[in-house]
């Protein structure tokens, strides 16, 4: 798979919520700290109850995330796991793959360093968190 050049990263991280108010050259830093990864359909990005400290910034292909409350279907751009980056504590929701899926990774350390650097991105996460809140969720079966 060709890997994704920054300009790339950068245009895309322009259409994440988190980050659509953050200036271009800060996008071009953060965008050499993401890491590609590819998961086929079916494929667990995400597991409900693990701890870890990074998101996932979907850039390509669809998912469905799955939590006590519903489920959520979503296509690229899409933010997935950005909890564990502001609080590492057990997920709370499984993240599957719909379709083939390009996700690019980002650590807490590297969020934290680019959240002290620039405080818009607070506001794109508390606004995040808001719309998440808002959500309209398909209820488990």
């Given at each position: 798979?060709?890997?994704?050049?920054?300009?790339?990263?950068?245009?895309?991280?322009?259409?994440?919520?988190?980050?659509?108010?953050?200036?271009?050259?800060?996008?071009?830093?953060?965008?050499?700290?993401?890491?590609?990864?590819?998961?086929?359909?079916?494929?667990?990005?995400?597991?409900?109850?693990?701890?870890?400290?990074?998101?996932?910034?979907?850039?390509?292909?669809?998912?469905?995330?799955?939590?006590?409350?519903?489920r959520?279907?979503?296509e690229?751009?899409?933010?997935?796991?950005?909890?564990?980056?502001?609080?590492?504590?057990?997920?709370?929701?499984?993240?599957?793959?719909?379709?083939?899926?390009?996700?690019?990774?980002l650590?807490?350390a590297?969020?934290?360093?680019?959240?002290?650097?620039?405080?818009?991105?607070?506001?794109?996460?508390?606004?995040?968190?808001?719309?998440?809140?808002?959500?309209?969720?398909e209820?488990?079966?």
């Amino acid at each position: 798979m060709a890997r994704l050049l920054t300009v790339d990263r950068v245009a895309m991280l322009r259409h994440v919520g988190i980050f659509a108010a953050t200036p271009g050259r800060v996008l071009a830093g953060l965008a050499g700290a993401l890491t590609e990864e590819y998961f086929t359909a079916g494929e667990e990005i995400i597991r409900r109850g693990t701890t870890e400290d990074w998101l996932h910034i979907v850039s390509s292909g669809t998912v469905e995330i799955l939590r006590e409350d519903g489920r959520i279907r979503a296509e690229a751009p899409v933010v997935v796991g950005d909890l564990a980056v502001l609080d590492p504590q057990p997920r709370s929701a499984t993240v599957v793959a719909l379709t083939d899926v390009t996700a690019l990774r980002l650590s807490k350390a590297d969020f934290d360093e680019a959240l002290e650097s620039r405080p818009e991105i607070a506001r794109g996460v508390i606004l995040a968190l808001v719309e998440r809140l808002r959500e309209k969720r398909e209820p488990q079966p």
